[in-house]
Structure formats: structure tokens, C-alpha cells
């Protein structure tokens, strides 16, 4: 598969690494949180040191209950961390997460932002997709019910596979018809779903190769692990390893991650098996 990125090819024949960059004070795992621009470009730097492919910066934290903040704020928050990241190390490519339209449009306009990763689907602001399609920049469409503050109380399906599998497609028909054809997609693991339904959609995640459209898998150090194991999210990265090389199995083309080279060695362990298998 090809998705298009700054208006080159990029391939994902090979699986691929986004490292996250979350320029909050408050996201889930104290590991990514940056509290000084010399903080926040040591560790850009490891991760390029590492190979990674995509930088993901964030300025709204996501996790459960998480605190609202103003669409100014966020962009304030992306807008440091993004010059800074260029200014440093020019030619990365910039993923940034945001569910806000008018911010996808400030940072794509602003810094040539190669892709929006929206975790609210397009569900969170309905300016979102007529935007992506007027920037005609890469987007990673993922699955959630709710908002960050009251999704855990959403996580009531029938079939969570069928019901995911069927949002996507309705979603991706729609950027179809506006003209998106860059489209990631993203069950969204962790985002208004129980810690059995986040393993119901990951043991059936080649389901979702029917859409059609890379795969995007972002487990990294969340709860579905740190509960099964009983451990704390400083301590998931071997249980994350173990989840990424089950994602790659399944099919997805993009790991999202807070430990780059971890998650490159995975994908090289992935190569070399299926190669065996050839």
C-alpha cells in the first residue's frame, strides 16, 4: 500500500513507526510528557536516532476524563513544538493529533503537517472532513463514541467488531465522495471499549483489510495491557511489543508507539517470519 504525503509516495509494504510527541502536560503515560522544548527534541532526536517514520505530536490529551482546553491552546501547544521539531530536524514528517478542524487547518497550512490523525473519527467536529478534503492532506480516520471526557461510559456494542468495521466504512465512503483518498483507518483501541472488546477487534483485526485502506494499530502502553498484567504503564513495554506483533499479524501497516526502536525490532522479528512463511 501507498498513501500519500506531502505530495510524495509513501510505501507501507513494509510496516511503519509513528512516534508520539505529546506536547501536554497531562497525557496517560508520564513517559511522553514534555515539559521543555530541550526535553521534547531529545527525544525527537532518539526516535530519528531510531529510525522512526512519522512523528505524531499531540497538544490535547486524550486519555479518559482527560481536561478540555481551547482550540487556542492546543494550537499554541503545536505550534512550539512544531517549529521547534522542524527548525532542528528539518524533513521529518509531522503527523498531529487533533479532532479540531480549524487547528488540522492552522498546522497543515502553517507547517506543511504531512497528516491529521482525528480520534473523534470526524464525529467531534463536523467541519473536520470537508477540511481534510479542501487541504487534501493524508488522514488517519479512527473509531471512538464520545468525547475523551465520557467515552468510557460508551463502551455498549451488540458486535464491536461488526459495529467498527461498519463505522469505518461508512466514513471512508463519505471522504470518498469528497474527494480523500489518503485514508488511514484506526479501530481505536482504548477509546470507548472494555478491555475485552479491545481484544475482540485485535483477534479479528484482518477483518478490517476489506476496507481497503492501511491499517493504523495504537496500543502503545495503554490500559488493555497495564490491567491484564496488573502493572503500571511505565512497566507495559514488553506487553506492548507482545500486542504490536499481534497487530502486524492482523494486518496493520502502522504502529503507533512511544518506544521507537522497540517497536522497529518488531517489525524486523514480522519481516523475517514472513518471509519464513513465503
Do not use: W
Amino acid at each position: 500500500m501507498q498513501i500519500k504525503l506531502n505530495d510524495k509516495l509513501f510505501d507501507l509494504s513494509i510496516p511503519v513507526v509513528m512516534g508520539i510527541v505529546n506536547a501536554t502536560p497531562d497525557s496517560f503515560y508520564p513517559g511522553s510528557r514534555y515539559t521543555s522544548d530541550k526535553s521534547l527534541l531529545s527525544s525527537v532526536e532518539k526516535m530519528l536516532m531510531d529510525d522512526v517514520d512519522i512523528v505524531d505530536v499531540g497538544g490535547y490529551s486524550t486519555r479518559p476524563k482527560a481536561e478540555n482546553i481551547s482550540s487556542d491552546e492546543e494550537i499554541g501547544r503545536l505550534a512550539n513544538a512544531i517549529e521547534n521539531i522542524l527548525k532542528k530536524f528539518p524533513g521529518t514528517i509531522i503527523s498531529v493529533d487533533t479532532f479540531r478542524a480549524n487547528v488540522a487547518r492552522y498546522v497543515v497550512q502553517n507547517y506543511n503537517v504531512a497528516i491529521i490523525n482525528d480520534i473523534g473519527g470526524g464525529t467531534l467536529d463536523d467541519l473536520m472532513f470537508e477540511t481534510i478534503a479542501d487541504l487534501q492532506v493524508a488522514y488517519v480516520l479512527m473509531h471512538t463514541k464520545g468525547t475523551p471526557q465520557t467515552m468510557q461510559n460508551q463502551t455498549h456494542y451488540e458486535n464491536v467488531v461488526a459495529e467498527v468495521l461498519h463505522f469505518l466504512e461508512k466514513r471512508i465512503a463519505q471522504l470518498h465522495l469528497l474527494g480523500v483518498n489518503d485514508i488511514i483507518a484506526d479501530p481505536g483501541f482504548g477509546f470507548a471499549k472494555t478491555i475485552e472488546q479491545n481484544y475482540s477487534l485485535l483477534s479479528k483485526l484482518s477483518y478490517f483489510k476489506e476496507l481497503n485502506v492501511p491499517l493504523l494499530a495504537g496500543v502503545s502502553r495503554k490500559s488493555m495491557i497495564c490491567k491484564v498484567l496488573d502493572i503500571e504503564t511505565k512497566d507495559a513495554l514488553n506487553g506492548t511489543t507482545a500486542v504490536n506483533m499481534l497487530a502486524l499479524l492482523g494486518g496493520a501497516s502502522i504502529l503507533r508507539v512511544h518506544d521507537v526502536k522497540e517497536a522497529k525490532q518488531t517489525i524486523s522479528i514480522f519481516q523475517n517470519y514472513q518471509k519464513g512463511l513465503a
